[in-house]
């Protein structure tokens, strides 16, 4: 994928279990960033910093979401450790 391609139909489940889908973020930028493994040092390094950045983002438009192979509730488990704000989905 390019920066601006239009990417696949998205439907999976975020870290509580609800379901995300792409039209979800009709109207807006999407920001769809992909790690194999989150809380080791490269991931956790690219998603914090991600997610530092996530108002600015939102306020420009963007809407942020990762997306992993791990599960709902190894999302749970990041997004509480570091104080995480934007939605992890698993890829299924």
């Not at 942020?64 to 992890?88: A, C, D």
């Amino acid at each position: 994928m390019e920066v601006g391609q239009m990417g696949p139909g998205i439907y999976s489940k975020d870290q509580d279990g609800d379901g995300i889908t792409q039209s979800q973020f009709k109207g807006k930028k999407l920001v769809l960033y992909v790690y194999p493994k989150g809380s080791t040092l490269r991931c956790t390094t690219e998603a914090c910093n991600l997610m530092d950045n996530y108002e600015r983002f939102m306020s420009q438009g963007y809407a942020v979401v990762g997306l992993s192979t791990q599960n709902e509730e190894s999302h749970k488990k990041f997004i509480s450790k570091y104080n995480r704000t934007s939605p992890l989905i698993a890829a299924t």
